[in-house]
């Protein structure tokens, strides 16, 4: 069974997979003060939870976006497994031909989202990351052409009532109109349909400079939560990193 961690810079997600079959995902909180001893306790305390036994675990890979976090874990499950986790990043075989100024730059949560829609779904192909951060990201034949990141729905929401004086932290769900009539909801309505139509937009804008119409895909934790408002047909594949994870990992096998 296969060990699969990512680590974003708000929850890191830690699944298993047997074969091709998911068996479990669990969350928590990234949090840099974590020590390898708490990380693993957790790790095991998840796989306990999904009844899934430490002697079931052969491999394991990781994707970080916080690099300190990276490292932590691999030693984590190091400790824990006794298993010398893959790290995704320079030196890993993954397949993507990144084609951007500094292949280098490119965050690993969506080298592996990248790796997976191609294996997944027709191309051309634009990927939405709604987590921390919204990131789009351009997938032809070629490969990773690049893309575009700009502040995540929460990040947008919590600077708007940290900024104001009389606007207050919501919840992030779907209002009934567009046109707000009490602050919650004119609130609601910037943020979701703000939103949606900002991955409506950008798909019509790389459609263009691309010349035909792609795939649309979208994971990540506010996924489920702007998709569908959007008017563009969005395919939402929750655990895309998660299996981008996995056929890294048997590449470099």
């Given at each position: 069974?296969?060990l699969v961690v990512d680590v974003g810079n708000t929850h890191t997600k830690?699944?298993?997979?047997?074969?091709?079959?998911?068996?479990?995902?669990?969350?928590?909180?990234?949090?840099?003060?974590?020590?390898?001893?708490?990380?693993?306790?957790?790790?095991?305390?998840?796989?306990?939870?999904?009844?899934?036994?430490?002697?079931?675990?052969?491999?394991?890979?990781?994707?970080?976006?916080?690099?300190?976090?990276?490292?932590?874990?691999?030693?984590?499950?190091?400790?824990?497994?006794?298993?010398?986790?893959?790290?995704?990043?320079?030196?890993?075989?993954?397949?993507?031909?990144?084609c951007i100024d500094n292949p280098g730059q490119m965050g690993s949560d969506?080298?592996?989202?990248?790796?997976?829609?191609?294996?997944?779904?027709?191309?051309?192909?634009?990927?939405?990351?709604?987590?921390?951060?919204?990131?789009?990201?351009?997938?032809?034949?070629?490969?990773?052409?690049?893309?575009?990141?700009?502040?995540?729905?929460?990040?947008?929401?919590?600077?708007?009532?940290?900024?104001?004086?009389?606007?207050?932290?919501?919840?992030?769900?779907?209002?009934?109109?567009?046109?707000?009539?009490?602050?919650?909801?004119?609130?609601?309505?910037?943020?979701?349909?703000?939103?949606?139509?900002?991955?409506?937009?950008?798909?019509?804008?790389?459609?263009?400079?691309?010349?035909?119409?792609?795939?649309?895909?979208?994971?990540?934790?506010?996924?489920?939560?702007?998709?569908?408002?959007?008017?563009?047909?969005?395919?939402?594949?929750?655990?895309?990193?998660?299996?981008?994870?996995?056929?890294?990992?048997?590449?470099?096998?």
């Open positions: 069974m296969l830690i699944g298993a997979f047997e074969g091709e079959a998911l068996r479990f995902v669990s969350r928590l909180s990234t949090q840099q003060s974590t020590t390898d001893d708490q990380l693993a306790v957790w790790i095991d305390r998840f796989l306990a939870l999904n009844h899934v036994s430490r002697e079931q675990i052969t491999g394991a890979i990781i994707s970080a976006v916080v690099p300190a976090m990276g490292a932590m874990t691999k030693r984590a499950v190091a400790l824990l497994l006794n298993i010398k986790a893959l790290l995704l990043g320079p030196g890993i075989k993954t397949g993507l031909n990144i969506l080298v592996a989202a990248g790796v997976a829609a191609m294996a997944k779904y027709p191309l051309p192909l634009i990927v939405f990351g709604l987590g921390t951060a919204t990131t789009v990201s351009a997938l032809t034949e070629r490969g990773l052409m690049g893309g575009a990141i700009y502040p995540g729905v929460g990040i947008s929401l919590n600077a708007l009532s940290n900024s104001t004086a009389l606007l207050s932290h919501i919840n992030i769900e779907k209002p009934k109109s567009a046109i707000g009539k009490n602050t919650e909801d004119c609130m609601k309505s910037g943020v979701v349909f703000g939103t949606a139509a900002m991955l409506d937009g950008m798909a019509a804008r790389i459609e263009a400079e691309l010349g035909e119409a792609c795939t649309l895909v979208a994971t990540g934790g506010h996924a489920h939560d702007i998709i569908p408002a959007c008017t563009r047909e969005i395919v939402n594949d929750e655990h895309l990193v998660l299996e981008g994870l996995r056929m890294i990992y048997m590449k470099n096998q």
